[in-house]
């Protein structure tokens, strides 16, 4: 098992819904206006007067064999409007119940 960590600008918010969903992940966990700034190109996203756009995110655990998938649709994704900002991340899931 894998989690999957999204950090995305909130403009994709049904985008990350509906592209979960196309994969069969129905399990995931969201939150909303959380505050970043990406490592590389990305804008500050604060939520404030100067950068008032906000990020979310959402943390799904899933079988190995849906990640590549989905980090292939990720990926695509932000390539489509890098300007958005959209990352992901995976972990080892060591157990669960």
Known sequence: MKALFIAYNQAYYNEIN?????????????WQD????????????????????????????????KVAPLMDALKAKDQETPALGL???????????
């Open 87 to 97: 990352r992901a991340f995976v972990w080892n899931i060591e157990a669960m119940y």
């Open 34 to 65: 959380i505050q970043g700034r990406g490592s590389k190109t990305g804008i500050p996203h604060y939520g404030d007067h100067a950068w008032p756009e906000m990020n979310f995110a959402t943390l799904s655990v899933l079988e190995d064999e």
């Open 18 to 30: 509906d592209l979960l969903e196309a994969h069969g992940q129905r399990g995931f966990t969201q």
